[in-house]
C-alpha cells in the first residue's frame, strides 16, 4: 500500500512522502480523526514544492507562497484524484486527507517521518526544495511500516536571523504585520514601506543556507503545474479590485479580506509614485 501510494503522489508532482504510525503523531484536532472513522494507523506525510521561475521575478511584491493560487485549491484537488482510488484499490482500509487544518502537528510529524528538519526561522526545513514546501498527509487505518527518524535542527548558522527585519522575533514579524487588519499608526506603516512587500516575508528563506545550497544544485524549483498557472508575482490595487469575489477567493491573501491587501499596495504604490 505504501508504494501506491507514493506512486499516486508522484504522479501529481509529490517526490517527498513518508510514513509515521499516528502513535508517533501529536493529535492536536481529534475530532478529525474520529470523523474520519481512524483512531489508529499510519500517517503518510508530504512535502509538496512550490517555488517556480515566476518567483524570481524582480518586480514580485508578495511572498513567493502567496505567487500562485491558494495551495489549499491544490490539495482539495489532490485528494479529489487520490483518495478514490486508494479507497477502490483497498476497500478494507479508511483514507483520509488533510493539509493545514489537520488532526496532527504536521511539521512535527513531517520531521518524525525523515522528510527534514526543523530551522532556527521557525520553518521546516528540507534538503531538496528548502523551507518553500507546503505539507499534508493522507491518514489511513492501515498499518505501514514506520521507523520515525531524530528529530533534527539546522546548523544554526544565523544567516535567518540576520535577514529578518525583526530577529526571527515572532511577537513583531512583518509577514504579520502585512496581515493585520484595519488601520496601520505611522511606526507601522513605515514599516511596511522599509520592507517593500504588500503580503509576506521571505527574508529569511531567501537568506538560508539550505535555500542556497537548494539553488546551487538546481533542485529548489517544482514541477507541478497547478503552482505555474495564473500565477501573479506583482499586484496591483488596480489589478485586486478588477478581480472576481470568485478569483480572489483563490488567493492566499483572500483570507484577510479584499481590504487589507489593497491598503498595503495603496501605501506601496503611493511611495513609489512620489519617487
Sequence with gaps: MLERIKS??????????????????????????????????????????YYTTLCDDPARNISVYAVSRDYHLFFARLFDEVLPVLRREFPDCRFAGFADHSPIAEAEAAVRAGLGMYGKNHLFLTK?????????????DAVLPATPAPVTVCVDCGACAAACPVGLDVKNCVSALTQKKGELDETEKAALLA?????????????????????????LYTDIPFFKESAVPHLTADAVCAMTDEKFSERAYAWRGRDVILRNLTLLERKENER
Excluded at 531538496?128 to 489511513?140: A, D, H, M, R
Excluded at 529569511?204 to 546551487?216: D, I, L
Design 195 to 219: 520592507h517593500g512587500l504588500a503580503w509576506g516575508c521571505d527574508r529569511c528563506q531567501e537568506a538560508c543556507a539550505v535555500t542556497k545550497a537548494a539553488r546551487a544544485a538546481g533542485t
Design 128 to 140: 531538496k526544495y528548502s523551507s518553500f514546501v507546503f505539507l499534508g498527509e493522507i491518514i489511513t
Design 8 to 49: 499516486l503522489l508522484s504522479s501529481h508532482g509529490v517526490d517527498l512522502a513518508a510514513p509515521l504510525s499516528l502513535s508517533d503523531c501529536t493529535v492536536t484536532r481529534a475530532y478529525l480523526l474520529e470523523r474520519a472513522g481512524i483512531s489508529s494507523g499510519t500517517a503518510v506525510m508530504m512535502a509538496v514544492p
